[in-house]
């Protein structure tokens, strides 16, 4: 089952337009990302200071509705592995009282060693299944 | 020839990797995006006020270069027009010191009326020239 | 008894320094000062989309101790009443694991009409009790 | 002559009320502190990698003029010295079409050694000339 975590808008988070400013939702993902990684034991600010990096390589955001002042929303976090070094987080933003689909999100990451060279760290690498191709 | 604005990386817009915050990409290129509206006499908020909303529908980013505190770099933005109603815009992020491609991103937009419905004002219509298809 | 806020840090609200951005401390007051509104049937974004809108004149604010990513902390907040017009909100922050005041501020604001004149809505009138001074 | 800064307002920093929001002015107030320091060959991000950090002890900002999208404003910034450990910049926001004062603050900080001690790097006292008294 995926991992569930529940937030709430806050107006300081909304722009002129009176709604959630877009770049606040990759706030709100990378915040689901790490309390997902946290509830496995993968501490994201722990890595850093020790200068293991986990790192963005590509986001893809969908805005479907636009979320207001107040709005309680539930971000889901799905973990998907890509390639031997590549993983991904599935991520949907839904408002709460309509359970609307409010973001849908491909974000795909990888780890780096204190050399800035990728590797896997074997936490991660549980984390995130292998596909099993022969 | 496309639109370029420069910028610079300010400290409490990097995070504890000690790199700019992925999500703060989103605020600089949002920025481009209405700097570049404003050179052709389009005002995001002035729209906003009327109830005339500029809007992202997703984005696409890649993130190939991290930029650090001090960094002076520039954004290139170029309207592709994709259907009769929606629009996008290609923005590249380049660090100064070397030319190197730190963001490609890929966003895209509606305009919707004070209804809320897809509409398109003609100075957007202007902006973006048509596909001439048959 | 005051009104009391439970929240957490968040990675993303961390700087260079591995701790919360003083900045941010600002956005954490807000929010605490909007729900204390919200507790009392005050929406400061409601409000605001009627152009009637609660601004702040003066903020002062004790930096005693940084929270760090993951800290759990609530905020307190305690109206006061500074004149016929003026009121302002007593905010303390706590760190939660040792009840360690973090942040000590006293933020003075003003409500303020359609054409921008001070006024005060009843509501705020209540809930800002007048110094029965003689 | 004080340390002046130029700036200007953009889209994603203003709020529902359509204004600057009240946090953002300590973003701007920091990456003026932090320029002045540059300007002088203090590198605020450098020191934090050394674990030398400058942290703020206390803000007090009056709220004088609210900025909008696209306002053009510019900081100026002037060192204090009030103890032999403590500092404090004092700094003033104007709008820059008709110079009037938007926020005027006074930011009062010491730096830390790695063990978190108070210490004044000769740079930091060189910089904050002594009271002189007697």
């Known amino acids: ?11 300081y988070e909304c722009d ?11 706030n709100y993902l990378e915040h689901a990302r ?3 990684l946290h509830a496995h034991n993968i ?3 722990g890595l850093a200071a020790e200068k293991i990096n986990l790192v ?3 986001s893809e955001i969908d805005f479907k509705v636009s979320l ?11 973990p998907v592995r890509l390639s031997r ?6 991520q949907k933003i839904f408002r709460q009282n309509d359970n609307k689909l409010a973001i849908d999100a491909l974000v795909t990451g990888v780890s780096l060693d204190t050399n800035g060279r990728p590797f896997l ?6 984390l995130f299944p292998s596909t099993d191709k022969p």
């Open 56 to 58: 963005v390589l590509r």
């Open 68 to 78: 207001v002042p107040g709005d309680l929303f539930y971000i889901e976090v799905e």
């Open 43 to 45: 501490d994201f600010a």
């Open 85 to 90: 070094l590549k993983f991904a987080f599935r």
């Open 1 to 11: 089952m995926a991992f569930r975590l529940e937030m709430k808008v806050r107006d």
């Open 34 to 36: 790490h309390e997902f």
């Open 16 to 26: 002129v337009q009176g709604i959630v400013n877009n770049s606040v939702y990759s």
């Open 121 to 126: 760290p074997a936490a991660i690498d549980r």
